[in-house]
Structure formats: C-alpha cells, structure tokens
C-alpha cells in the first residue's frame, strides 16, 4: 500500500483554526519530538494537531472545481462547460482520473490521527482534556473511513499503528463489513468519552457522543441499503433503525424554527455536527446569480435543474403533478413548498434590493452578445447555505456552517430504516414532523400532502423525496441514489431548465428544455482504487470491478 506518499505530508502541521503565533521554532521545523513534549505542559502544539486534524472533516460547499457535489446529479449542474464535475456525472471517471478521489486525503488524516494517538500520552496535560482529544481524534479517523468506504467499499485497516516512513507497507483490503464492523465499534468505544450535548461556546464545533451515534446510524443505513444488502436482511434494518432512535432518545435535538438559519447560525438546535469556517462572504460570491456585479461579484457557479423545482410540492404538500394542488403554470413558483426560496434562486426573487433576472436577456440571463465566464444553463441559481442578502446592498460577512450531521437526516435515517422493518407508523411520524417545519399546511387529514395509508413501497418514495428535498446540496442524493442502487434508472436521461420570456406587459411566458444529460455506468457504484495504489501494493490491493 502506497502511504508513504501521505506520510510525508504528515511530518508538518497543518494550523488552520489556531491564530497564534510562536517564536521557540519556525512551523516548517516542527517536528513529532517538539509536539509531544513532556515539558510542555499547555499542550499547545498538540492543540494545534488537534485542530489541524479537525480539518479532515468533510466541507461540502463547490469543493469540486467550485461546484457542489450533486451537479454530478440531476439537482444541478454546472454553469460552466467543461468543469470537472461532468467526470462525475458523465462516467467518465477512472483510477487515473477521479476529482473526487479521497484515498491520499482520508489516509493522510489516518495516519495523522494514529501518530497523535500513539503519543499524546507524553504530554503533560490535564488528562480530561486529552480523554476528550483522543475521542475526538478517534472519531475523526472513524469518519475517515466511512468517507472511504462508501466511495470505494472494504479497505485496508490500519488499526492504531502510526506506520514509520522507512516501513515497507504491503496491506489488502479488508472486506466491506469488516469496515463498517471497525466504524460501528469505534464510534461505540469512544461514545463515554466524547462531550455531551448540547455544548457551551467554548467548545462549539467540537465533537459530541450525539455526532458518534450519528455516525454509526449513517454506516449502518449504508450497510443496509440494496446496493450492500442484496439479500434485504431485515437485521441490517433493524440495526440502522435502533441507531437512528439512539439519537432522537437522547433527547437534546430538535428541528429549529427556520430553516434558512441553519445553515448560517453558529448555534442550532438541529446540527449534531457541522463544518465551522470562520466568517466569510465567498459562498454568496460564489453563488448568487451572475448580474449582481461590483462590488458584489456574484458568480453563479451553479446551475440548480428543472427536475429538482418540480419535485418540491405547493405549500399544500401535493405535488405540482395532482390536479388538485393549486399549481400555477403562468405563477410557477407562487404557493409552492417554501424550502424551495430557500434552496433555489428563481426568477423575480429579491437579492441585493433588486428581483433576481433569468429571463432571457435579464441581468442575470444575458443574451451571449454580454461577455461573462458563466451564467445560469438552467434559468436557476443555488441559494441555500447563503447570507439573508434580500435587503442588503453590498455582501458582508457571515457565518457558514456545513452540516455533517443534522437532525432532520437521523429522523429520515429513522424513517427509511423503519419503513423497511414494515413500520410504517413510525415513518409517518417523521415525515410530518419534516413537513409541518418546512412550513407546509397539515391539511383535514393532519398528513401534510402526504398520502394516506402507505404501504412499504409507497413510503419508500415518498422518503426518498423528502431526503431529495430537505437535504438538497449537502452531499446526501449522490451517495442516496449509489446506496438504494437506483442510480442507473435515476442518472440516464436529460436534463432541463426553464425558458423565461418577459413580455411587453411584464408578465412572463414559462418553458421548458433541454440543457444537459447525466449519465451513469453501473461499474460507478464503487469508485476505482486510485492506479498508484494497485500497482504500488505488489498485488495486496484488488481493483473494484470492471476498473
């Protein structure tokens, strides 16, 4: 197994959350005999390999080439051509060619966290402290593997040794549920020694027993889903289900209020774990519709599909589809379900003291005689994560929190697992709580648009759609459809936006077309092992099939 490569990467530290400056030795000289000191008694090198470590933990946000993740889906795509998500979503992708290739980065931060671990215990800190940094650490390295195991399946285990650079690694592969086995124990091991929740300030950002436990729910939902469970065992099931509900028993989370918040609030009663940046206006510049110019520079990166705003019912929770839910086709986005203002820029909605143009020929839709980089292929814009800019004139600074782990997926983590244990009752449940925060209407029947008396198969759907909708651009749908192995039926197809035409009276003609297609090949329900790796592991690491 070619580590070494990453372990050279670990000898220096990586200091992103830590502000101070220290003159004893320049950062590039420090070495694993100054960080763990036994006369260093605060610690403060192996704080900052703590939070260097931290930085290990997904962040979601047009982290490939400045787009999100799901334009690789049939939510978005990318607003410009030729940007290296189509790898992705065209099945394009090869062990020589993956942007979203984690294996260098998850065994950098493994490596990092078995070095940490093997010699924390030098340091002469007060040992709360460090019980909560090892956990910590721990959990870091758990999650590691997940975000390997869902791209590649089984991988090699390193257990806790911190391999040196003179070693001669030759590892294979450890099976699938021999991972999961490894994650679910670890996140059990370290559960009493983590922080309870909810957390003061001092350590917001800090890892909790509730992120542990959603973890291990969202492993063993993996673990259950069709594409690892071809056998449908209900034990696997049952298990995914008994992790969800040991989240929502503890009783410490809630779904907040507004929706919108968060993602942008510090503190929410919904977020188990998030990816804490400090304070920034790059997502709206990166975001918001492309006519908002200096000194807003808004640049449109990503182009939201005609498909995703069709799923979102009207408000009344009925899909656009049922003749009886009041939908408009002359007032498209009047009366509908409010997540979608709230994920989705559409034309005629109010940013920076003017309504959003994408309307062909509007300032945020120009005619191709306007010279600009990118603009919306779809007649769409991504919203979500950003600032309240309605009423602003310039962008400020804001919070932005990536959520890793959130209440809302462990109640739909709950669902899903639940209905397929024929509990339909208890999918229900979750369901409407989803809904009635979203602010849809409870109707008569108290079910919020959603049908009533479902059987299995019908449940099944109708969380799918709730995951497509309030989970929306936080990394969940590509990773959705690969699990239920639906991916083949979903992502073959094109894709399309919508024609706007501005008439003399003002009011607007509505169409639609095609902009681009998805595609994917089945042998992408697991990545390919980078090339490097196999040909470097003298025949230990087996390639995925058909790579």
Known sequence: MN???????????????????????????????????????????????????????????????????????????ASNFGNNIEVLGKSRLSAVNNPDDKWALAYEAIRRANLFLANIHVVPRDETTKTYWKAEVRFIRAMNYFEL????????????????????????????????SYIVQECDAIYPSLRTDPIDNTNLGRITQAAALALKSRTLLLAASPLNNPADDPAR?????TAAKDVINLGKYSL?????????????????????????????????????VEPNVSQGYVSPTQELVNAFPMQNGLPVTDAASGYDPANPYTGRDPRLAATVFYNGMMWLRRPVETFEGGLDNPSAAVRVSRRTRTGYYLRKFLGDFGNATDYSNQNHNFPIFRYAEILLNYAEAANETDDQAAAYTQLKEIRKRAGLQAGADDLYGLKANMGKTDM????????????????????????WKTAEQMLNKQLTGVKIIRNTDGTFTYSYQPVDYVSFAAKQYAYPVPYKEVTASGGGITQNKDW
């Open 237 to 241: 099931w049952l298990a995914a289900a």
């Open 3 to 77: 580590i070494k490569t990453y372990m050279l990467a670990a000898v220096t530290f990586i200091f992103v959350f830590s502000c101070r400056k220290y003159e004893t030795y320049p950062v590039e000289r420090i070495t694993d005999n100054i960080v763990y000191d036994s006369l260093d008694k605060n610690a403060t090198y192996a704080e900052w390999v703590v939070n260097g470590i931290y930085a290990f933990l997904p962040n979601g946000y047009n982290r490939i080439d400045n787009v999100v993740l799901d334009a690789a889906t049939d939510d978005a795509v």
């Open 460 to 483: 099944r759907e109708a969380i799918r759609l709730e995951r497509r909708l309030e989970l929306a651009f936080e990394e969940h749908r590509y990773w959705d459809l690969r699990r």
């Open 149 to 180: 195991l869902r791209r590649y399946g089984g991988v090699p285990l390193l257990g806790d040794k911190a391999y040196s650079l003179e070693e001669n690694i030759q590892l294979g592969r450890n099976t699938f549920n021999e991972v999961v």
């Open 256 to 292: 907040a209020g507004n929706f919108r918040e968060i993602f942008t609030n510090r503190k929410s009663p919904e977020v188990i774990l998030a990816y804490q940046a400090a304070q920034h206006s790059n997502l709206e510049r990166q975001n918001a519709p492309v006519g908002y």
